[in-house]
């Protein structure tokens, strides 16, 4: 998976709140987001309706010791 950038290009898009985690890709002026469930596909951002859509489960704070 690649990591983000420090600010998500599209913040509202679904593709940085999907389970299948997208991969992020650097140009010298842009990010793109390439979908791992559409293979070589760059949805047109931001996406805001995906039939291929699953939301991320909820992320649970470490337990203290």
């Given at each position: 998976?690649?990591?983000?950038?420090?600010?998500?290009?599209?913040?509202?898009?679904?593709?940085?709140?999907?389970?299948?985690?997208?991969?992020?890709?650097?140009?010298?002026?842009?990010?793109?987001?390439?979908?791992?469930?559409?293979?070589g596909?760059?949805?047109?951002?931001?996406?805001?309706?995906?039939?291929?859509?699953?939301?991320?489960?909820?992320?649970?704070?470490?337990?203290?010791?």
């Open positions: 998976m690649t990591p983000p950038p420090e600010a998500p290009p599209f913040p509202d898009s679904l593709c940085h709140r999907c389970a299948a985690p997208p991969r992020y890709v650097q140009s010298r002026t842009t990010t793109f987001i390439l979908c791992p469930l559409l293979p596909k760059y949805p047109p951002q931001p996406v805001r309706a995906c039939a291929l859509f699953t939301p991320k489960p909820p992320q649970t704070p470490p337990v203290p010791r």
